[in-house]
T-cell receptor, first 115, second 112 residues
Framework: NAGVTQTPKFRILKIGQSMTLQCTQD?????MYWYRQDPGMGLKLIYY???????DKGEVPNGYNVSRSTTEDFPLRLELAAPSQTSVYFC??????????????FGPGTRLTVL | KNQVEQSPQSLIILEGKNCTLQ??????????LRWYKQDTGRGPVSLTI?????NTKSNGRYTATLDADTKQSSLHITASQLSDSASYIC???????????FGDGTTLTVKP
């Protein structure tokens, strides 16, 4: 199993550009998450999904959009990039959410810089 | 407000020494608490999970404790190794919620 994979690993955007961060998991997990991590800070939840076709906002959803058409994929869309979106983005997945037997598996991250 | 606070923010120790990291939380309703290890440039990896009824749990040289009454947890690392250099993140999960609250982490540096 590859686990959770993310592409690209690095990206530089200009203000106002758009891009999609890709996330794929091969563990047949129901739940998927997108987090951002600013330097020296904890992870903040952007969006999450409890299954194909179902998504919900996290703590910091503004400026982002998501879709979940399949169990495996959970892309994150930035429509009009702003410098405040410079961060490291982590995708994660879990079989269920938050239960004692649940574990979130994280991807390697995408480092995004908006200039 | 659901919050998770970790201390110290950073810590430097010599190889072979022990250390203890702290986590205080106000998250409610509580489901479980996890400690993650995040190596530089990598995603977090789960170390331990503590449920409400558990006081202590070990994973090799890592021992986590939980006091649900005072809402405090600690992660004790024994006989530190250079590979323990990482950020250690405390995460508290709420019951029946798809969301969790992450602490800002403690950055541990182990020097030879």
């Amino acid at each position: 199993n590859a686990g959770v994979t993310q592409t690209p690993k690095f990206r530089i955007l200009k203000i106002g550009q758009s891009m999609t961060l890709q996330c794929t998991q091969d563990m047949n997990h129901n739940y998927m998450y997108w987090y951002r991590q600013d330097p020296g800070m904890g992870l903040k939840l952007i969006y999450y999904s409890v299954g194909a076709g179902i998504t919900d906002k996290g703590e910091v959803p503004n400026g982002y959009n998501v879709s979940r058409s399949t169990t495996e994929d959970f892309p994150l869309r930035l429509e009009l990039a702003a410098p405040s979106q410079t961060s490291v983005y982590f995708c994660a997945s879990s079989y269920i959410s938050g239960g004692p037997s649940d574990t979130q598996y994280f991807g390697p991250g995408t480092r995004l810089t908006v200039l | 407000k659901n919050q998770v606070e970790q201390s110290p923010q950073s810590l430097i120790i010599l190889e072979g020494k022990n250390c203890t990291l702290q986590c205080n939380y106000t998250v409610s309703p509580f489901s479980n608490l996890r400690w993650y290890k995040q190596d530089t440039g990598r995603g977090p990896v789960s170390l331990t999970i503590m449920t409400f009824s558990e006081n202590t749990k070990s994973n090799g040289r890592y021992t986590a404790t939980l006091d649900a009454d005072t809402k405090q947890s600690s992660l004790h690392i024994t006989a530190s190794q250079l590979s323990d250099s990482a950020s250690y993140i405390c995460v508290v999960y709420r019951t029946n919620a798809g969301k969790s609250t992450f602490g800002d982490g403690t950055t541990l540096t182990v020097k030879p």
